[in-house]
């Protein structure tokens, strides 16, 4: 059972363009969304991340979008560039106890072209 | 600084055979993890911990066992390797407190092929 669902699975965007991801989750017990993005040959690292009481959050070229009712978000990267080109996975954390536990969308591989 | 480092980084198995992967972090982290990365299937939890001398089950944990003896060292082992447990395992690590201001940060993962 997929709890975080991510679309789309691939993406081409041309240099300088806005490159979209959407995810999608059922439990409203999550309280962190983080995306984390990952490169060829490395571990995933955290790129930006929201609360569920914030609407969006940007950070430079990228803004997180939240819409709680709906139980989605996304990923909004500008004026993409070919440094971009990386997989990313939307992700959401639930408490269990003294601890916190990702789970994680199915990824997103996203490549920036010239 | 190194992070969290796994070892080994890549490793070819035999059907039934065993083995070990070693995760250790430098960070002085409470809470570890183990996952697997599967084509179109994301980052599953495998175990964690929330500290030494302290497991838990993941999302799939069947096939693996995990042991956490020193706070920098997290253990995954396969004690009958199987096909089906090829995959890129990552182990990643955080500090106590809440999720929001406490990342998980990983290790650059095990590519392990089970024949």
């Known amino acids: 059972q997929q709890q975080v669902k991510q679309s789309p699975q691939s993406l081409i965007v041309q240099k300088g363009g806005i490159s979209i991801i959407n995810c999608a989750y059922e439990?409203?017990?999550?309280?962190?969304f983080p995306w984390y993005q990952q490169f060829p040959g490395k571990g995933p690292a955290l790129l930006i991340a929201?609360?569920?009481?914030?609407s969006e959050k940007k950070e430079g070229r990228f803004t997180i979008s939240f819409n709680k009712s709906a139980k989605q978000f996304s990923l909004h990267i500008m004026d993409s560039q070919p440094g971009d080109s990386a997989t990313y996975f939307c992700?959401?954390?639930?408490?269990?106890?003294?601890?916190?536990?990702?789970?994680f969308g199915t990824g997103t591989r996203l490549q920036v072209t010239l | 600084n190194a992070g969290v480092t796994q070892t080994p980084k890549f490793r070819v198995l035999k059907t039934g055979q065993s083995m070990t992967l070693l995760c250790a972090q430098d960070m002085n982290h409470e809470y570890m993890y183990w996952y697997r990365q599967d084509p179109g299937m994301g980052l599953r939890l495998i175990h964690y911990?929330?500290?030494?001398?302290?497991?838990a089950k993941g999302e799939v944990p069947d096939g693996y066992n995990v042991s956490r003896l020193k706070k920098q060292n997290f253990l995954l082992g396969l004690e009958s390797a199987a096909p089906s447990q090829t995959s890129v395992y990552f182990c990643a690590s955080r500090r106590t407190g809440l999720g929001f201001d406490q990342p998980q940060h990983f290790g650059d993962g095990t590519r392990l092929s089970i024949l």
């Open positions: 992700a959401a954390s639930i408490r269990t106890g003294t601890a916190s536990k990702l789970t």
């Open positions: 439990n409203t017990a999550f309280d962190y």
């Open positions: 929201i609360r569920p009481d914030v």
């Open positions: 911990s929330v500290g030494e001398g302290t497991t």
